[in-house]
Structures are given as C-alpha cells and as structure tokens.
C-alpha cells in the first residue's frame, strides 16, 4: 500500500487538507437518502454512516460503524481479494470507481455504483477513504428488461415466417436474415449473407439496374416500396412486396437499409383469377386456339382428303395410259404427296392432336421427336409434373415451347438441348435450356423489325398470368425459362 515514499505521484490530485466538516455540510451528508456517503479508515473499517448508507444496506450506523467494509462484497470477491485491491488501486490512482453486486444486511444483494476516493492531508499522508453507494438495481433492472425486451424483439424477427425481415449493409450486401426469408427465398442464413440483395432480382431487371435504384431511391425518399418477381435459390419466382427503408444513425449517417419482403404469390393469383382483362386475354387466345384448331380439321378433312384422292386418281389413270404419259402422271403424284406432307405438317403445327387426349409431356415429347432432326440436335424432355396444367394453360406452355425451339434450330446452332417441366407453386415452371452459341445477357426487348417470337412468347406467358425470360451468354447457350399459374377460368359464352 501506500508508504508515503512516492508522495509526487499525487500532488496533481491531493484533495484539500480532511478538516471536521462545517455543520452544514455534515447535516447535509448526514441526510442524503439517495447516497450512501461514508468514510472508511486506511485499512478499511468503516468510520462514519449517513442515511442514505442505511436505507440502502439496512444497517444502523451503531451496528456497522468499526467493521471492515468487506462486510458489503459478495463472499467470491471477498475471497478474490476485491475489496484490499480496490483500496490499492484507488490509492494509487486516487479513485476507483466500481459496478457490481453488494450485499445488504438482511443478505440479499443490491447492484451498486461505488466510488473509492483516497483522502490523503497535506503532507500526502493516507488518512482514509471516502465512499459514495448508489443503488442501481432498479435502473440495472430497467436496463435488464430493456435488453430483454430486444432479445424479444429479435427474437420475433427471428421467427416469423410470414414475413422477410433482414438487413443490408449500406452497398446492398445482406448482414441479417431471419426464418421467414429462408421460407421465402430459400437461402438459410449462412448461404446468403455477405452476397449482395440484386441475387434476388430477376436478371433483367439486374441489367436494368433496378436493385441500385431502389437503394437510391430508399436514401433520397426514407423508403421504396415495390411489387414484383423476384428470384428464389432454387431459380424460381415469387410475387413480392417489397419495403426498403433507409436507416440513418443520430447523425444522419446511412447505416444500412432494412427490407421487409412478403411472397404474394397466392395472392397475386387469386387476383388474376378474377381479373377481367385477363379473362378477355385468355379468351382471346383460346378462341385463336380453336380458329387454329378449326383450320386444321378442315385443312385436314378437305383438302388433304381432297388431294389423297386425286392422288389416287392420278394412280388409277397412270396405270391406263401408255408409258410415255404414264412418267408425267407419277411426278405428278408425287408433288401431290410432298404436299400432303407439307398440308399433315401444317395440321400438326395448327393443333396438336395429343394434347387433348395424352397431355402436355406426349405432345411436347412428339412435337420434338417430329420437329427436331436428332441427328443433328440431340434432345430431352424432363419430365416433373406432379399436376397437369388445365388445358388452356397446356396450350400456351406447348406454344412457347415451340417457338423457343424453332428459335434453336434457326439460330443456336446447338448440339443439344433440353425442356424440363415442372410443377411449381401451383403452377407449371419450364425450362427450354440449349448449348448454342447464346444470346447475350437477359433479353429485355425486342430485336425489332420482323422478330415477333420474343415479343409473343413473353405476352403469351403473361397473359395466362405468369412471367417469361430469355437469358445467355454468348458461347454458352440461352435459356428460354418461364412459369405459367394454373388459374382456373371461367368457361366461354356460348361458343358458334
Ligand atoms: N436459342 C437461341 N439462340 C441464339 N439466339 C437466339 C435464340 N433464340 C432467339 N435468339 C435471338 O433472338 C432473336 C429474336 O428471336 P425472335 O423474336 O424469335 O425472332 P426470329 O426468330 O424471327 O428471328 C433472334 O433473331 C436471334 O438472334
Ligand atoms: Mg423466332
């Protein structure tokens, strides 16, 4: 301890010299009920006590007055020598000052705030200590509830599930991530965070630089609200909400963002259900279907039944007239067929018969056995169905598969390619996937002049109430990908 050797050390902060205090001020001390205030001498024994002192540990001033402050530790940091090392060190330092548990006379323990202050004369000698108790367990306990209230809170964030709810840091890279957003988006937490939000984004609306925006727009605004696809893990999209708020310190300093996501999806598509336009829409393509369906019957029972028969014809005269006529007669017959051909083609193309009898997958599967030459172009259908689309929407899907694939025979230049379908949140999700030579990047608009394949495809697709996209990499093949509800529809007036 302290032997008066090293006095320099603290002339900064000798107090002044420890005169009996006037009357006044001891009345004030003595009287102070919020304060402990008490004096202990240089080894530790308590000398005086005020009221404060005990309203706060329940000892009269003649019960305690001549014990070792000791008596108000805990018997652990009595046994780690706390009160001895907190005298040396308010003696080497002037003060110390403590929070911790202390124990009252009836035993139980009251959080304390505790300031040690060496009293030393004018010669630098020690002659004591002063100490100043508060009672902070109510304030501890506010503070204990108030942390246990955020552990609350974090935890409910935590678990929600109908709900996304996690943080960006302020370049858009997720820091937080709780329950709801892996039931939503299928990333658990440690697959996701540290990866940048636009992962969530559509790949046309990332080359459209959508995802920046809104983060700008949440900075300049506070928040951004939005409603559209977005991408899960497994490639597949949802119909989300989409709140962004912008989340700036005391300071008003941006800290990050916060992102509340909501999956619409069933709800979306309970709205399209009962969308008048779209009723109109698919009606329109439903009666475009039978008109195609009608040419087809009668291409198919007049004029083809027309030219078997005079192709018959043809035979029967060939075989009466002499043989110099009879070469003419058989070419003839022959454009005859290849035109039947052509007419058989035309039909199939108007309206696959199978579809109506087999389903989606037999119709897509003779469509590419029909219409992809395999010995250039190998193929494969994936079949996970685990629902047949209704038959309007087997339609669509069957014609934008179609157009997707003439599109990779006239420009892919690909060696293989492959159409999967596959039941996915109520709807049907196909994929026509080829190894050719690749659009670049997503294609957002049309080529323009007389390219209407994209164009149609995309309005088909959202017409019936879904999405479609068309992404590549030169050199490394395009995906034809989109998703179709399978949205029940009200049946036609009267049809002719
Ligand atoms: N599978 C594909 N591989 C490479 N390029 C493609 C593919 N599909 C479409 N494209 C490109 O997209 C363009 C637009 O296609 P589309 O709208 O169907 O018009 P069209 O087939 O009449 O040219 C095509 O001209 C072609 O350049
Ligand atoms: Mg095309």
């Not at 109510?138 to 935890?155: H, N, V």
């Not at 459209?208 to 605004?221: S, T």
């Not at 050719?436 to 995309?458: A, I, K, N, S």
């Amino acid at each position: 301890m302290h032997d008066g050797s090293t006095p320099q050390r603290h002339d900064r902060r000798i107090p002044p010299p420890v005169r009996p205090p006037d009357t006044a001020l001891r009345l004030l001390v003595q009287n102070v009920l919020d304060y402990g205030i008490f004096m202990l001498d240089t080894r530790g024994y308590v000398v005086t006590w005020n009221a404060g002192a005990e309203r706060i540990k329940g000892y009269r001033a003649d019960e305690i007055v001549g014990r070792h402050f000791s008596t108000f530790y805990p018997a652990e940091d009595v046994a780690a020598g706390k009160p001895d090392w907190e005298l040396e060190v308010a003696v080497a330092e002037g003060r110390l000052e403590d929070e911790g548990w202390r124990i009252r006379k009836d035993g139980s323990r009251f959080w304390a705030n505790v300031v040690i202050t060496a009293l030393f004369d004018e010669t630098g000698e020690l002659r004591g200590f002063g100490k100043v108790t508060r009672d902070l367990t109510e304030r501890r306990m506010a503070e204990e509830r108030l942390r246990e209230s955020e552990e609350r809170f974090r935890l409910l964030v935590q678990n929600v599930l109908d709900y996304g709810i996690f943080m960006l840091d302020t370049r858009g890279y997720v820091a937080s991530w709780n329950a709801g957003a892996e039931r939503i988006k299928g990333y658990r937490a440690d697959e996701i965070v540290g990866r940048h939000f636009s992962t969530f984004y559509p790949a046309e609306d990332v080359a459209a630089g959508k995802p920046d925006w809104e983060l700008e727009v949440a900075v300049a605004e506070g928040r951004l609200e939005d409603e559209g696809w977005r991408i899960r893990k497994d490639g597949s999209r949802f119909w989300a909400n989409v709140v962004i708020t912008a989340l700036f310190d005391e300071t008003g300093e941006l800290r990050g963002f916060g992102k509340v996501t909501r999956d619409l999806t069933e709800r979306r598509m309970a709205e399209q259900a009962l969308s008048e336009g779209r009723r109109l829409l698919s009606h329109l393509v439903e009666v475009q279907e039978m008109e195609r369906r009608r040419i087809a019957w009668d291409v198919h029972d007049d004029s083809i039944q027309s030219m078997v028969a005079v192709g018959m014809r043809l035979q029967l005269l060939a075989s009466q007239l002499p043989e110099e006529h009879a070469t003419a007669l058989r070419q003839l017959d022959e454009s005859i067929r290849d035109t039947i051909g052509r007419l058989r083609n035309l039909v199939f193309r108007l309206r696959p018969p199978v579809i109506d009898e087999h389903g989606l997958i037999a119709a897509l599967s003779s469509y590419m056995a029909e219409a992809l030459p395999a010995s250039r172009l190998s193929h494969s259908l994936r079949d996970e169905l685990h629902e047949e689309p209704r038959p309007e929407t087997a339609v669509t899907i069957f014609r934008i598969c179609q157009e997707a694939l003439v599109n990779v025979l006239k420009h892919a230049r690909a060696s293989a390619v492959e159409v999967s379908v596959r039941t996915v949140d109520n709807g049907t999700l196909v994929r026509v996937v080829d190894n050719g030579v690749g659009v670049d990047g997503p294609v957002t608009r049309q080529p323009g002049g007389d390219h209407f394949g994209v164009l149609e495809m995309r309005e088909r697709a959202e017409i019936a109430g879904g999405w479609w996209a068309m992404t590549g990499e030169p050199g490394r093949g395009t995906t034809v990908e989109f998703w179709l509800p399978n949205l029940p529809i009200l049946p036609l007036p009267e049809r002719p």
